[in-house]
């Protein structure tokens, strides 16, 4: 049992070196757990980084315990203080790779805290060198999760560190074979998908289900992309580990009605259930929830452009992630369960160059929430005003 | 149980932070852990230091397995490389406060690979900065163990935690009713030991005992010194939870003889056992041990006057540490059981100003080693020949 961990770990870390990351001969890795449990996949990693070549390997561990004391106790101002030596570690990701641990055991840690406070306190200077670093694509970077037997207890209420780790091997695709060709063929199926939609040249995405009627603006310059991505130095890369999602870059300008979100978010050591948000003209008007509902109120305030769109995504069916029925609390897998949007910076690849840089979000922040399920329709419609059915009952519409 | 171990926990960050480092409000705290097993502590102490004041608490865990891949797959450039933010946060520590946590459930780590590779491993440049801090004394810093399972393990053949906590509290004070009046007390014994000594204005020390004898030649500057130390801002702090000894800086260009360790050395991932080290006119030039050699031939020829002695330091059966009769396989304890030496960088308060800088050695390392213990005789002699007894059977025997 223990050899057979030891495997799974190193054929994982594997994975996110070879596939994800892509790191290259030559290149340092920066290494971020979001929990000091990460451990074991971080030294993982650390091994086959250095096995594909890596120059040097920079670990690093967060630890949101002493952000909890840092929201507790703290003077105002140390709350969105960022060390200069983090900046730093940002700034030297450029023309490196970068994997991101998540998988977080202990998701609702900063939930009896001061919602406003918690809100605020993010070490903004450090996301705007991450941010500039995506719009630059400098970085060939990767995220994925770790199981642990806190994050297990998340999920199913119970430690099943066994049960978690068939889930996660299942929606990484850990379980096939090849898991390296699978990808391949993974990221081939999804990018038919956005040459299906781009063909379409959309104008807007119409989302309506219970507690959902949302019409989200394209901009003429949107692009649909997925899955792969690749550096301006041409290194290509797997971001994120999983992903089932096509996305695109909305009209900062045109998101319009109510949008209920059909999963709950575990965002900035809240889980916030029952979040429905209202647009109007663009912006965000209206944010309710039957839990954390102030952490998003902080979110959206913390910038003028937080309370517009960013991202708009299209999942379906297929997903593996959906496929397992689960909540992951942890936004890597369940935005790749369902249909969603993200409040905050628009992702540089989901446009072409010559967009309007009004209708491109740049508020330093990125929130995705789920909106999407089985019932929750999805259309297309063009600037002529043909509907195009692209989601009925999680079923994916298009020829591919 | 646990609520024991919680206020037990909380006592011993407060002693860190109000005795050890002694967090000044408005000061930043870096707290630097050995292992992500530390983060209990590393949290308390986060929450301490921000009821005491502090602007901001930054907090980071070393990973010594993410070490040991690089010691094993990474190239040779990787292993004296300093990251640019690692050096960083060493500089943002001046006019600041640091709290090192030590106690390393595996000291051994890294005892099967390459011990030339192992003592090459260190971060120089960062090393430079700390020492360099050391000097100029800009921070007001201490170190502390913090009792785990994995620690327990090494020290007892088991991993017996509430052993390990009662001996921790015992050797820092914990157990009394007041620790930080305790420390007063304790502070001012030494003290007094200090001022002896320098009344004797001595010109050597002389270890007698089994495997060794030992002339250790002093500066006409060297001063003894204990406990407490001061910033050059004048915020008092105590570097060491525990602390036992009195030390001074011996003039790096007269040690001579032979001298066998009393006790195991945890060093750089490796246990030495039964080291041995011959002395000819101030440098080292013969070493011999049951484990571990390599490691630490490495480290004396890491730089040219690496192998000339730094510190030297007298300790007696007083000693709380000593009276647990244990080996903990952390320094910072372990020095505290016994005599020692130091080969590397001189301690700046251990020598007056005018020192002549021949004898005062800067080399970027500092490594102790217990030599003391009962079978020791340890003599002092004055620049006339005159032979003081310090230590018979590891009882004190000047009047204080």
Redesign the interface.
């Known amino acids: 049992m223990a050899a057979q961990l030891d495997e799974r770990l190193e054929r994982y870390a594997d994975l996110a070196v070879r596939v994800g990351a892509n790191v290259q001969p030559g290149q340092m890795l920066f ?1 971020t757990a979001l929990h ?2 990460h ?1 074991p996949l ?2 993982a990693v ?2 086959a980084a ?2 594909a070549g ?8 967060v ?1 949101d ?2 952000k ?3 929201v ?4 105002d ?2 709350l969105s ?1 960022s ?4 900046v ?2 940002f700034e ?1 990701m450029a023309g490196n790779a970068n994997v991101a641990i998540t998988g977080n055991p202990e998701p609702g840690l900063l939930a009896d805290l001061d919602g406003a406070r918690v809100g605020r306190a993010r070490m903004q200077a450090a996301i705007e060198v991450a941010i500039r670093q995506l719009q630059e694509q400098t970085v060939n970077w990767t995220g994925l999760a770790f199981p642990t037997e806190g994050w297990a207890q998340q999920v199913f209420g119970e430690p099943d560190l066994e049960r978690l780790w068939e889930a996660v091997a299942f929606c990484t695709r850990l379980d096939e074979a090849d898991p390296v060709e699978a990808w391949k063929a993974h990221v081939t199926r999804l990018t038919a998908r956005t040459e299906s939609l781009n063909a379409l040249q959309l104008d807007r995405l119409v989302f309506r289900g219970p507690g959902t009627d949302l019409t989200v603006g394209l901009l003429p310059t949107s692009r649909f992309v997925a899955a792969g991505a690749t550096t301006a130095g041409g290194i290509p890369f797997v971001p994120n580990l999983p992903t089932e999602e096509v996305f695109t870059t909305p009209d900062a300008r045109r998101t319009e009605g109510v949008v209920t979100s059909t999963k709950p978010l575990a965002v900035a050591g809240n889980v916030v259930r029952g979040l429905a948000i209202t647009f109007e003209g663009g912006r965000a008007v209206g944010v309710e929830a039957d839990e954390g509902a102030e952490v998003i109120r902080s979110q959206l305030a913390s910038h003028e452009d937080a309370n517009r769109l960013g991202e708009v995504a299209l999942v379906d069916g297929t997903s593996r992630v959906g496929q397992t029925g689960l909540t992951f609390f942890d936004t890597l897998y369940d935005e790749n369960a369902a249909c969603h949007v993200a409040y905050g910076s628009a992702i540089p690849v989901g446009h072409t160059e010559g967009s309007d840089p009004d209708g491109v979000n740049a508020a330093p922040i990125h929130t995705d929430f789920m909106i999407g399920g089985p019932e929750v329709d999805v259309d297309g419609v063009t600037s002529d005003g043909r509907i195009v059915p692209i989601l009925r009952e999680d079923a994916w519409q298009l020829p591919s």
């Not at 890596?54 to 561990?61: C, G, K, N």
């Not at 060390?83 to 983090?86: K, L």
Request: net charge positive; proline share 5%.
């Open positions: 290494v000091v449990s451990a971080v030294r650390a091994r250095y096995r890596a120059r040097y390997v920079d670990a690093l561990y630890d315990h002493v909890r004391a840092m507790e106790l703290g003077p101002e140390a203080y060390p200069g030596w983090v730093e570690r030297a």
